[in-house]
């Protein structure tokens, strides 16, 4: 168990519609990051959050958009979906982001499906 | 062009079989990390191991060792004497340091997709 918390485990929903991915770091952990993974484009990196800021942006689409809380959880929003959306979505977190922190430990995931 | 390269979409063995799994990266920076990381069929991502690029030390954790080659930017796994509960997807990922890049920021391989057969 990684200690990251991933919430839904699964979601189903249709295109135009909006969702919205949770995640809980691991206790202490003050980085979050997105990533996506897709058969087209495989693991991607999304956005990382540090400490309640935007740290650093991947390839994340204009329709998402994510925010991290006081108590550091993590939300990321996804809107207007289209089919390709489908994927699932990792959530990871980190110490603080820098460089020379412990390797970044991963949830289980969230299986996004657009029908 | 990809940072990372798994060029083993899929490898299938028999347990008790010796299996490697290759990774080439590139970059230009002199301040990186190599990781590997193991999926199973439940979807979860598994850390498995991290190398900074300072340390060209082979590394060896029971039944899985992994060789690191600045000269031919590879980093290589291998799994001695494979068992059934090995069969998973396997990534190699990249984080780039020398311009205060995210340690978090992973570029990954494809993966290799590993079956062992009993």
């Known amino acids: 168990d990684s200690g990251v918390t991933q919430t839904p485990k699964h979601l189903i929903t249709a295109t135009g519609q909006r969702v919205t991915l949770r995640c809980s770091p691991r206790?202490?952990?003050?980085?979050v990051y997105w990533y996506q993974q897709s058969l087209d484009q495989g693991l991607q990196f999304l956005i990382q959050?540090?400490?309640?800021?935007?740290?650093a942006k991947g390839n994340i689409l204009e329709r998402f958009s994510a925010q991290q809380f006081p108590d550091l959880h993590s939300e990321l929003n996804l809107s207007s979906l289209e089919l390709g959306d489908s994927a699932l979505y990792f959530c990871?977190?980190?110490?603080?982001?820098?460089?020379?922190?412990?390797?970044?430990?991963f949830g289980n995931g969230t299986r996004l499906t657009v029908t | 062009a990809q940072k990372v390269t798994q060029a083993q979409t899929e490898i299938s063995v028999v347990e008790k079989e010796d299996v490697t799994l290759d990774c080439v990266y590139e970059?230009?920076?002199?301040?990186?990390?190599l990781f590997w990381y193991k999926q199973p069929p439940s979807g979860e991502l598994v850390f498995l191991i991290r190398r900074n690029s300072f340390d060209e030390q082979n590394e060896i954790s029971g039944r899985y060792s992994w060789n690191f080659q600045k000269s031919t930017s590879s980093f290589n796994f291998t799994i001695t004497a494979s068992q059934v509960v090995d069969s998973a997807v396997y990534f190699c990922a990249l984080s780039e340091g020398d311009r205060g890049s995210t340690l978090g920021r992973l570029y990954f391989g494809r993966g290799t997709q590993l079956t062992v057969w009993p």
């Open positions: 206790s202490g952990d003050l980085s």
């Open positions: 990871a977190s980190s110490a603080t982001g820098d460089y020379y922190n412990s390797p970044l430990h």
């Open positions: 970059t230009r920076d002199t301040t990186y990390y």
């Open positions: 959050y540090y400490n309640g800021e935007e740290r």
